[in-house]
């Protein structure tokens, strides 16, 4: 199977571990040269709404680069990404849109990589045709027929092994009429990492092929690493707020919570079905949703997999809230009537 290996580490940027001048490793960790500064894709580039436009030809470019970056502070593990973030790029196309898509492999890659879009009717996702070795590229197209909020990944074997070092992304086909105007709208994936190490080994941690055959992560987070949200994401009392969720996996279902919210409507896994009023949702392995909600009150609201011992792995995020606060809807001391920005 192609990009297949028993070795777990197959695949690992090499390192040698620096010694002492007696030849005896040094304890100190390796500090190492990063080629991404920051790894976490940013929850607010997600293009603009399409607002129901007719259907067009759309042409998508992604490349797969192997990198080292930060999983947190003093931590670094060797990703495998689309376009060198975690998670890839935010894919926006209509109902009925043709999609051209172009896969680039970086020739500095060590690996093969592919891609399969759940938004594709055809056989592999268009994992079949887009396998492509170092300094390969190769395009294919396909029809957005569906409308929802779907998951794409590498799909070249060992495919959990590509997928959880951070090949995963969410493509929304709108549906022909668009979706309704909302203020704010942000782009959160989950997933895990399986490390050598834990949150408080520094130094380059190697990935685990039997952690993840285990189903252990060493780190749960969003959007790549932990942190990957602080001072990322913003909105005003008031605001109507959009969020499109994805769940890179490998093994995990996500709860999704928003610490002080309630769902206004959550489009069950991503798709038409929408259930209003909702404190906690669903996300499986490989998929996603979309959940709306107004904030009402200024402060810090935690975004968690509410299968909390994760928060202590990496998944918990913030959005900031500022305004004018209403001590009708949430007051701190009944009988204080304070406003406060």
Not at 311 to 330: Q, S
Request: a negative charge; proline letters at 6%.
């Amino acid at each position: 199977m192609q990009g297949f290996s028993g070795d777990e580490n197959y695949g690992e940027r090499i390192v040698v571990t620096p010694v002492s001048a007696k030849g005896i490793p040094t304890m100190k960790p390796l500090e190492l040269k990063l080629d991404v500064e920051n790894i976490a894709g940013d929850p607010t580039r997600i293009g603009l709404p399409l607002n129901g436009r007719e259907p067009q030809t759309i042409k998508v470019f992604l490349e797969a680069k192997e990198v080292i970056a930060e999983v947190s502070g003093g931590i670094q593990f060797n990703y495998w990404t689309f376009n060198s973030q975690v998670p890839g790029p935010f894919l926006r196309a209509r109902e009925g849109d043709i999609i051209e898509l172009t896969l680039k492999n970086h020739e500095s890659s060590h690996m093969p990589h592919s891609i399969d879009l759940h938004a594709v009717n055809g056989p592999g996702g268009g994992s079949l045709v887009s396998q492509v070795n170092p300094g390969e590229e190769k395009t294919f197209s396909f029809k957005a027929l569906n409308p929802g909020l779907y998951v794409y990944h590498c799909a070249t074997p060992n495919v959990a092994t590509h997928m959880t070092k951070g090949m995963y992304g969410l493509i929304l086909v709108e549906p022909a009429e668009g979706l309704s105007e909302v203020d704010k709208e942000f782009y959160i994936m989950q997933g895990e990492l399986y490390t050598s190490g834990n949150q408080f080994s520094k130094g380059l941690q190697k990935f685990s092929f039997e952690k993840m055959t285990d189903e252990n992560p060493s780190f749960v987070v969003f959007n790549g690493k932990v942190n990957s949200l602080d001072g990322q994401m913003k909105a005003k009392v008031g605001d109507k707020i959009r969020l499109f969720v994805g769940n890179g996996g490998v093994s995990l279902s996500s709860n999704f919570h928003v610490i002080g919210e309630i769902f206004d409507k959550v489009y069950v896994e991503g798709g038409s079905l929408i259930n209003e009023n909702v404190q906690t949702t669903l996300i499986p392995a490989g998929g996603s949703t979309i959940v709306e909600f107004t904030v009402e009150e200024p402060g810090s609201y935690l975004l968690v997999d509410h299968a909390l011992n994760r928060v202590n792995k990496g998944a918990i995020g913030v959005l900031v809230v500022e305004g004018e606060h209403n001590d009708e809807i949430y007051s701190p001391k009944p009988g204080e009537n304070k406003n406060t920005h």
